[in-house]
């Protein structure tokens, strides 16, 4: 959304637009205090005590959460709006509320045993994941499954009194093939390795996880198949069709509002220095500047076009699943490429301005650095790679078989 502009949800008005509303009002109100914290987000590694304590009061965290146990059950859409709102304010605090609230929407999907142990002890609960199967090995035994592994890039754990673990579940009959599986872990079951020490995305405390060797029930695990749009095990007590969207084709709306508001800060802070600042070397006004002028014009038109594309998959995927129309693999392609496309235009635009700040982008003590680095961050993300997404839709465009398992 521009600035000043709210967003629309595209569903029917009523109760659930004001939802949406009060939404969206919440996470602007925290704006403020969110950008003076910003700084020391970076510096702990980790969200401040205070932050998580804001996101939970605001009830962001619950945005797709079921109404049945007192969430908001506001559309998919309502991800983006809200991480692009955070994300002016910091790109690190956006990262893990929108990772973090998704994890709400996904144990929706899980059978009702599994949500009612989670959720019953405290529906405020947050709970990490790691999506990364090749990381760990399962096999089936009575009752459940063994699991072992190291998962990097789990954000926020260190809050997490749970844990979505993806898994290859591996088995002596070739014949059964290859299984990918979510495995839902409690605190007790998995170790934090302190491995956050990077450039981007500091705050967001996205260490790794160690499982040496668990015993996973089978109501704690959901099979990959059974998120690929359509009726999932949690749709008899969820039945809304937001617990049905196919999880990981939209995967990377998950995250992509975070890169959209980090390039509208970084767009909306060269614009206000833009308009007052003046040359050092001939004291010209920079506003005055053809260059500056059409740097504004190309970053804006990438960030909106940006906007749109996200906000329409993700409008269309809840329109098809309202009308029981489940994505075909092209359409799913589809998802996967727009959204990585959408993000490498935000990472564009900021990388535009960055190079036209000059040298004053380059001072710690100003936002501007950080904006740079948590766009590359972002963009590093596999769900962001257009090499990946873009040739696995042109191979289904060509009639070839998709090599993304997970869709």
């Given at each position: 959304?521009?600035?000043?502009?709210?967003?629309?949800?595209?569903?029917?008005?009523?109760?659930?637009?004001?939802?949406?509303?009060?939404?969206?009002?919440?996470?602007?109100?925290?704006?403020?205090?969110?950008?003076?914290?910003?700084?020391?987000?970076?510096?702990?590694?980790?969200?401040?005590?205070?932050?998580?304590?804001?996101?939970h009061d605001a009830g962001l965290f619950r945005m797709l959460q079921p109404k049945r146990?007192?969430?908001?059950?506001?559309?998919?859409?309502?991800?983006?709006?809200?991480?692009?709102?955070?994300?002016?304010?910091?790109?690190?605090?956006?990262?893990?509320?929108?990772?973090?609230?998704?994890?709400?929407?996904?144990?929706?999907?899980?059978?009702?045993?599994?949500?009612?142990?989670?959720?019953?002890?405290?529906?405020?609960?947050?709970?990490?994941?790691?999506?990364?199967?090749?990381?760990?090995?399962?096999?089936?035994?009575?009752?459940?499954?063994?699991?072992?592994?190291?998962?990097?890039?789990?954000?926020?754990?260190?809050?997490?009194?749970?844990?979505?673990?993806?898994?290859?579940?591996?088995?002596?009959?070739?014949?059964?093939?290859?299984?990918?599986?979510?495995?839902?872990?409690?605190?007790?079951?998995?170790?934090?390795?302190?491995?956050?020490?990077?450039?981007?995305?500091?705050?967001?405390?996205?260490?790794?996880?160690?499982?040496?060797?668990?015993?996973?029930?089978?109501?704690?695990?959901?099979?990959?198949?059974?998120?690929?749009?359509?009726?999932?095990?949690?749709?008899?007590?969820?039945?809304?069709?937001?617990?049905?969207?196919?999880?990981?084709?939209?995967?990377?709306?998950?995250?992509?509002?975070?890169?959209?508001?980090?390039?509208?800060?970084?767009?909306?802070?060269?614009?206000?220095?833009?308009?007052?600042?003046?040359?050092?070397?001939?004291?010209?006004?920079?506003?005055?500047?053809?260059?500056?002028?059409?740097?504004?014009?190309?970053?804006?038109?990438?960030?909106?076009?940006?906007?749109?594309?996200?906000?329409?998959?993700?409008?269309?995927?809840?329109?098809?699943?309202?009308?029981?129309?489940?994505?075909?693999?092209?359409?799913?392609?589809?998802?996967?490429?727009?959204?990585?496309?959408?993000?490498?235009?935000?990472?564009?635009?900021?990388?535009?301005?960055?190079?036209?700040?000059?040298?004053?982008?380059?001072?710690?003590?100003?936002?501007?650095?950080?904006?740079?680095?948590?766009?590359?961050?972002?963009?590093?993300?596999?769900?962001?790679?257009?090499?990946?997404?873009?040739?696995?839709?042109?191979?289904?465009?060509?009639?070839?078989?998709?090599?993304?398992?997970?869709?």
């Amino acid at each position: 959304m521009a600035p000043g502009q709210e967003p629309s949800m595209g569903q029917s008005a009523g109760s659930g637009e004001r939802a949406y509303a009060t939404m969206i009002a919440n996470a602007r109100s925290l704006l403020p205090q969110l950008r003076e914290r910003a700084a020391r987000t970076e510096e702990l590694r980790h969200l401040p005590p205070e932050t998580e304590r804001d996101l939970h009061d605001a009830g962001l965290f619950r945005m797709l959460q079921p109404k049945r146990v007192g969430g908001a059950e506001l559309d998919y859409v309502a991800l983006i709006d809200c991480a692009e709102l955070v994300g002016r304010a910091d790109a690190s605090v956006a990262w893990n509320l929108a990772n973090l609230a998704s994890h709400h929407w996904m144990l929706g999907m899980f059978e009702q045993r599994a949500q009612d142990l989670v959720w019953g002890k405290d529906p405020d609960v947050l709970i990490a994941s790691s999506f990364i199967f090749p990381a760990g090995r399962a096999t089936r035994v009575e009752g459940g499954y063994r699991l072992r592994g190291s998962w990097p890039f789990s954000s926020g754990v260190g809050s997490c009194a749970w844990n979505m673990l993806a898994s290859v579940v591996s088995s002596d009959d070739e014949a059964d093939g290859i299984e990918y599986r979510i495995f839902l872990l409690p605190r007790a079951d998995y170790n934090i390795l302190d491995t956050w020490n990077v450039a981007g995305l500091r705050g967001t405390g996205s260490s790794d996880v160690e499982v040496r060797d668990a015993f996973v029930p089978e109501h704690l695990t959901v099979a990959v198949g059974d998120l690929a749009g359509g009726a999932s095990p949690g749709s008899k007590v969820n039945p809304n069709p937001l617990y049905a969207l196919p999880v990981f084709s939209l995967f990377p709306y998950v995250l992509s509002g975070v890169a959209l508001g980090n390039a509208q800060a970084c767009l909306d802070d060269y614009v206000e220095v833009a308009r007052h600042r003046i040359s050092t070397y001939n004291r010209a006004k920079l506003s005055d500047f053809q260059s500056t002028q059409i740097k504004i014009a190309e970053a804006s038109a990438k960030i909106d076009a940006a906007r749109l594309v996200m906000r329409a998959a993700c409008t269309e995927a809840m329109q098809d699943v309202r009308r029981s129309h489940w994505p075909d693999m092209t359409t799913k392609t589809r998802y996967r490429r727009d959204g990585a496309f959408s993000v490498n235009l935000c990472t564009d635009a900021v990388s535009m301005l960055f190079a036209a700040s000059g040298a004053r982008g380059l001072f710690t003590t100003g936002v501007l650095q950080r904006q740079f680095r948590d766009a590359h961050a972002i963009n590093s993300h596999l769900a962001f790679n257009f090499d990946a997404a873009g040739t696995n839709y042109g191979r289904v465009a060509l009639g070839l078989p998709s090599e993304n398992l997970t869709l």
